[in-house]
């Protein structure tokens, strides 16, 4: 199986029909493991034995994930090759998420417009982890074009290059790291030693993405008629300012290309957490510029998507 072309038509296949209805998506099969291990295997009051606990989660899930679509896959090329072409393409196709964090975008977007502040911090509510039931709508916007820039990469990215590389089976073991850090990867009391090897194996995974991510809205800021000098500037200065080796690259772009201030303080649960500035201080956060950075989240996949499906064609 030609592993780029399939995963170039996985990727318009998402574009086109988004998150499957049925069967159930593979990202809600593993949410329901990693739920089970936790509640039967994490003990933070055993700091020690919790992070290998944490380390056997990451390890199982990834052979779980990744090696049994890999043996269905190979058995079913050797008896259905075309069962298995098309099985590969929607496997991938449910790693990507290029209609879904648009459609999120452009949800809050249309409640802003539409529908008030209230409605608005719902919509951010549901795809970023910071409190939002007191944002005004500078944070509403700060939220959503942070989590724009920040989610181009896990959504879009770095699926598409491990399905590139390995295939189904490499994209599935990627979508499950990524899973894994969202659900286990943060410093809670809870999860601070369980989720050691989830957070570091989402970092080393998301660390190439995250660079081709940046470099891809770069090149394509002159497209959505943003300011690509001021984006590889702050690029450059502010991108590993970001506690995270990887997320502040894109959202560093992004503040350059918008002339905005990224960063700052969110609260998570009540608690404080402070990020130091990205970009300098400028136009004041509007709604528009959530319609901006949607169209470099569309320029920039649309771009990945060409990129690929001239690799795959070639003869």
Not at 24 to 46: K, S
Not at 89 to 109: F, N, P
Not at 110 to 137: F, K, N, S, W, Y
Not at 171 to 182: C, G, K, Q
Request: net charge positive; glycine share 10%; aromatic share 6%.
């Amino acid at each position: 199986m030609n592993t780029v072309l399939a995963t170039a038509l996985a990727m318009l296949l998402d574009r086109l029909v988004g998150d499957p209805l049925f069967p159930p998506h593979p990202v809600v099969v593993m949410g329901r493991y990693i739920t089970w291990w936790d509640r039967r295997f994490n003990q933070p009051e055993r700091p020690g034995s919790n992070r290998w606990a944490g380390v056997a989660l990451v390890v199982t899930g990834a052979l779980l994930f990744g090696g049994i679509p890999l043996v269905g896959l190979v058995w079913l090329a050797r008896t259905v090759p075309l069962l298995a072409w098309a099985l590969g393409i929607w496997l991938i196709s449910t790693t990507i998420a290029w209609k879904s964090l648009v459609d999120a975008g452009r949800m809050v977007e249309e409640a802003l417009a539409h529908r008030g502040l209230a409605a608005a911090r719902a919509a951010v509510g549901r795809i970023v982890g910071r409190d939002t039931h007191q944002l005004d709508e500078a944070g509403v916007v700060r939220a959503t074009v942070e989590t724009l820039a920040e989610n181009l990469v896990d959504a879009v990215v770095a699926p598409v290059l491990y399905a590139c590389l390995a295939g189904a089976p490499g994209a599935l073991v990627y979508r499950w790291i990524n899973t894994l850090d969202a659900m286990v990867g943060h410093t809670t009391p809870r999860h601070r030693t369980f989720g050691w090897a989830s957070a570091r194996a989402d970092d080393v995974l998301n660390f190439i993405p995250a660079r081709l991510t940046a470099t891809l809205m770069l090149l394509t800021l002159p497209l959505a008629r943003l300011d690509i000098a001021a984006g590889a500037r702050l690029l450059a200065r502010d991108g590993r300012r970001h506690p995270s080796p990887n997320s502040g690259l894109p959202e560093a772009v992004m503040a350059g290309a918008l002339h905005v201030q990224l960063g700052g303080t969110n609260t998570y649960a009540g608690v404080p957490s402070h990020r130091p500035p990205l970009g300098d201080p400028g136009d004041p956060l509007v709604p528009g510029h959530i319609t901006r950075t949607l169209a470099v989240v569309n320029w920039s996949a649309a771009s990945l998507l060409g990129i690929v499906a001239a690799v795959g064609f070639r003869p």
